[in-house]
């Protein structure tokens, strides 16, 4: 997939991108005619995107093609907070739901219904999810998981064989 900038009056307009239908089956001399450029990509060659922010391409005009030059900077001190204050929002918000969805559900005819052995399941995994640390975790918040929800159902679920990479 090749990309192009659209250059005009010695300055990079748009891109790099893809072209649409419309140009793309022209050939590199016509577009070039017509302010498109080829596009030399240079990227770093990893990119963390929690720990990292890419700064504005750079971009230099060559007579046959744009070399646009991607870097990259490591995130503030308060960059990283204010990220990880979202992510500590989004957990806290993930477990005020399971827990409200488990004593809806708990205090149900369809809980009652169950067999005790599905029943047993829901008190432990409550407590597992009311006793998990969500908050003041600083960068340990990424790492914050709950258990798998016990059965709703005395339905079984289906078990699918696995399946080989093709």
């Given amino acids: 997939m090749r990309l192009y900038c659209y250059v005009e009056n010695g300055s990079v307009v748009s891109g790099p991108s893809i072209l649409g239908p419309e140009l793309s089956s022209k050939s590199d001399f016509e577009l070039f005619d017509l302010g498109w450029y080829y596009a030399e990509c240079i990227r770093p060659d990893s990119f963390v995107d929690r720990y990292e922010v890419f700064l504005p391409i750079q971009f230099e005009i060559k007579p046959t093609k744009v070399v646009c030059t991607f870097t990259k900077r490591d ?11 979202e992510k500590e929002t989004e957990v806290e ?9 488990a004593a809806t559900f708990m205090a149900s005819a369809d809980y009652t219904a169950l067999p005790t052995a ?18 003041g975790l600083g960068d340990a918040i990424w790492d914050v998981g709950f258990p798998p929800q016990p059965p709703t159902s005395n339905v079984p679920s ?8 093709v």
């Fill in 158 to 165: 289906p078990v699918f064989p696995p399946t080989a990479d």
């Fill in 93 to 101: 918000q993930d477990k005020a739901t399971r827990l409200s969805f």
């Fill in 75 to 85: 995130k503030t001190q308060a960059e990283l907070d204010a990220q990880n204050a």
């Fill in 118 to 135: 599905i029943k047993d399941q829901w008190p432990p995994y409550v407590q597992t999810v009311t006793d998990t640390v969500t908050q």
